[in-house]
């Protein structure tokens, strides 16, 4: 039905910066919120960034001022500009949508995941 595939993850040493990027696609009519969450080793997973259909965004107090969420509902794709990164950055990112089907209903969608490594 909807896919989303994530690209941008890798190596990078702190104070680097990295862009993740997602794309959906499949029966869709629309998409609601889009957001990115990591999973730490041997943590829970946690939320990163949020943006809204309408564009308003939220962020982890950890990421704030670091992270920028994007979307293009033209092309049904979130980024997630990341500079400053930290080696606590360190983690598997994960897309997450909302996503309303051609059918009308609604179901949600994660990605395959792509890990950020950020050490030296």
């Known amino acids: 039905q909807v896919q989303l595939v994530e690209s941008g993850g890798g190596l990078v040493e702190p104070g680097g910066s990295l862009r993740l990027s997602c794309a959906a696609s499949?029966?869709?009519?629309?998409?609601?919120?889009m957001g990115w969450y990591r999973q730490a080793p041997g943590k829970q997973r946690e939320l990163v960034a949020i943006?809204?259909?309408?564009?308003?965004?939220k962020y982890a107090d950890s990421v704030k001022g670091r992270f920028t969420i994007s979307r293009d509902n033209a092309k049904n794709t979130v980024c997630l500009q990341m500079n400053s990164l930290k080696p606590e950055d360190t983690a598997v990112y994960y897309c997450?949508?909302?996503?309303?089907?051609?059918?009308?209903?609604?179901?949600?969608?994660w990605g395959q995941g792509t890990l950020v490594t950020v050490s030296s």
């Open positions: 997450n949508a909302i996503v309303q089907l051609v059918t009308m209903s609604f179901v949600e969608r």
């Open positions: 499949g029966s869709i009519f629309s998409i609601d919120a």
């Open positions: 943006i809204s259909s309408g564009d308003n965004t």
